[in-house]
C-alpha cells in the first residue's frame, strides 16, 4: 500500500467527515481511516436519536455554539445533495413548574443570542400545538430537526473509497511513535506509517492522546444513555421533539420524546455512569476500566459533586417505573406498557482533573499529530463543521501552507 500522508483513527460521523474535509482540501493527498470495529458509526454515531441541534443551549461565542449553526446547514445540504431522509420537525422544550419557567427565561434568551427564533407558548398554545403534551410553558423551536447520522457516515465513506482512500475496519491502535519525520501506528494488523495523524477516537480519545506523548490532564469518563422505543400505537403521540428544561449545571439534556425518520417514536436517553468505556448494559463490567477511572482524581471529584443526582439517574435506570414517572411529567398518557426496550448508547465525557466537567470542544496536539480530546453533543450535529475547523488546525499546526 502507498504510504499515506495522513491516518485518521475512528471510524465515527466525525472522523468521517474530517477525511471528507482533507481530501477536498488536498486531493492529491492519501488518507487511510483506521477502526476498530467491524463496521463503521459503531459507538456515538450509530447510538444517538438522530437529532440535529439548532444551537439552543450552547453559550454564545463558544464552538458548540459556532458549530452547531454551521454544521446544522452542511448537515441538511449534505442530506438534499444525497437523498438521506432529514426532517425539521421542530423541538418543543416544555416548563412543567415555576423554576423550570424561570430556567427556560435564560434559554430563550441564549437562543436568540445564537441566531435563533423561539416562540414561548404559554399552557393553552402548548395544548393547541401538542394535545398530548402537559406543561405550564414551552419554548418551539422550528429549527431543530432529525436525520440518520448513521446512514450520513456511510455515505461519507463511499466517497471516500470512490476516490481512492483506504478503510481498514477491525483494526485496533496498539501503539504510536511519532518522529521527526513521520508517524507510526501499530495496529492488530500491522504497521501503518504516515505523514501526519488525526485522532477521531471518541471513548478512547484520552488512551490515543496517551499514546502519543499528549500532557493527559482530563479522562474521558462514560455516561451511559438508556433509551425505550414507545409501542406503535404511540408513534404520533407529538409531532416536535419533546425535551424537558435541563438542569443548568450537567451537559445532560434530560429524557426526550423524538421521532425518528423511520417513523418510530424513542424515549430517552438518561444518563448513569458506564462500568465500561463501551458497556452498553448493566452486565458489561470492565475492571481496568473502573480501576482507572477511580484512580483518576476528577472522577472522584465528580462522583462527590453529583452524587444525588447519580443516584437519581441509578435509580431510573433501574425502575422501568421511575423512568416513565420522568416521561409522565410532560406527557401523562403514557404507560408502562408503552416503553418497548431499545439499544443504549454510551457518551465520551472528558473531565479535568479537578473534576470540572469539558462542556466544549477540546482539541490537543503534538508536532505530527491532532486529537480531538472531547467532542460533546452536539457533535454529531457539528461534524462537518468540526471536520473543517480540524483540517484547518491540521494545515496551522503542522504548516502544510
Known amino acids: 500500500m502507498q504510504k499515506p500522508n495522513f491516518i485518521i483513527i475512528g471510524g465515527g460521523i466525525v472522523g468521517l467527515a474530517t477525511a471528507l474535509k482533507l481530501s477536498n482540501t488536498y486531493p492529491t493527498a492519501s488518507i487511510h481511516i483506521i477502526e476498530k470495529e467491524p463496521a463503521l458509526a459503531r459507538h456515538q454515531t450509530g447510538n444517538n436519536s438522530g437529532v440535529v441541534h439548532a444551537g439552543v443551549y450552547y453559550q454564545p461565542g463558544s464552538l458548540k455554539a459556532e458549530f452547531c449553526r454551521t454544521g446544522g446547514a452542511m448537515v441538511e445540504q449534505f442530506c438534499a445533495e444525497h437523498d438521506i431522509a432529514f426532517d425539521r420537525c421542530g423541538k418543543l422544550i416544555v416548563?412543567?413548574?415555576?423554576?423550570?419557567?424561570?430556567?427556560?427565561?435564560?434559554?430563550?434568551?441564549?437562543?436568540?443570542?445564537?441566531?435563533?427564533?423561539?416562540?414561548?407558548?404559554?399552557?393553552?398554545?402548548?395544548?393547541?400545538?401538542?394535545?398530548?403534551?402537559?406543561?405550564?410553558?414551552?419554548?418551539?423551536?422550528?429549527?431543530?430537526?432529525?436525520t440518520d447520522y448513521t446512514?450520513?457516515?456511510?455515505?461519507?465513506?463511499?466517497?471516500?473509497?470512490?476516490?481512492?482512500?483506504?478503510?481498514?475496519?477491525?483494526?485496533?491502535?496498539?501503539?504510536?511513535?511519532?518522529?521527526?519525520?513521520?508517524?507510526?501506528?501499530?495496529?492488530?494488523?500491522?504497521?501503518?506509517?504516515?505523514?501526519?495523524?488525526?485522532?477521531?477516537?471518541?471513548?478512547?480519545?484520552?488512551?490515543?492522546?496517551?499514546?502519543?506523548?499528549?500532557?493527559?490532564?482530563?479522562?474521558?469518563?462514560?455516561?451511559?444513555?438508556?433509551?425505550f422505543e414507545l409501542d406503535a400505537s404511540k408513534a404520533t403521540v407529538c409531532k416536535n421533539m419533546i425535551y424537558p428544561v435541563p438542569a443548568p449545571d450537567m451537559p445532560f439534556l434530560g429524557i426526550h420524546l423524538t421521532p425518528t425518520t423511520n417513523g418510530s417514536m424513542t424515549v430517552g436517553p438518561n444518563a448513569v455512569l458506564s462500568l465500561a468505556r463501551e458497556g452498553y448494559t448493566w452486565t458489561d463490567i470492565n475492571l481496568s476500566d473502573l480501576a482507572e477511572m477511580i484512580a483518576f482524581s476528577g472522577f472522584r471529584k465528580v462522583i462527590k459533586d453529583n452524587w444525588k443526582s447519580g443516584l437519581t439517574e441509578f435509580r431510573n435506570s433501574l425502575s422501568r417505573k421511575r423512568y416513565l414517572e420522568e416521561c409522565r411529567k410532560y406527557c401523562p398518557s403514557l404507560t408502562l406498557d408503552d416503553l418497548k426496550a431499545r439499544s443504549s448508547g454510551v457518551r465520551a465525557q472528558a473531565v479535568l482533573a479537578d473534576g470540572t466537567l469539558v462542556h466544549d470542544f477540546l482539541l490537543k496536539n503534538t508536532a505530527r499529530t491532532l486529537h480531538v480530546c472531547n467532542a460533546p453533543s452536539p457533535a454529531a450535529t457539528s461534524s462537518f463543521a468540526i471536520g473543517d475547523y480540524l483540517v484547518e488546525k491540521a494545515t496551522e499546526e503542522f504548516d502544510l501552507r
Open 95 to 146: 416548563a412543567t413548574n415555576d423554576i423550570e419557567v424561570e430556567r427556560m427565561k435564560e434559554l430563550m434568551t441564549r437562543c436568540i443570542a445564537n441566531g435563533l427564533s423561539p416562540t414561548w407558548l404559554n399552557c393553552e398554545e402548548l395544548e393547541a400545538l401538542e394535545p398530548n403534551i402537559t406543561g405550564v410553558a414551552a419554548l418551539h423551536v422550528t429549527e431543530s430537526a432529525i
Open 151 to 227: 446512514a450520513i457516515t456511510l455515505k461519507m465513506a463511499d466517497l471516500l473509497r470512490a476516490k481512492g482512500h483506504e478503510i481498514s475496519l477491525d483494526t485496533e491502535v496498539i501503539a504510536v511513535k511519532e518522529t521527526s519525520s513521520e508517524v507510526t501506528v501499530t495496529t492488530n494488523k500491522g504497521s501503518f506509517e504516515c505523514s501526519y495523524l488525526i485522532a477521531c477516537a471518541g471513548l478512547m480519545a484520552d488512551r490515543l492522546a496517551g499514546m502519543c506523548g499528549v500532557d493527559l490532564d482530563f479522562r474521558i469518563v462514560p455516561f451511559r444513555g438508556e433509551y
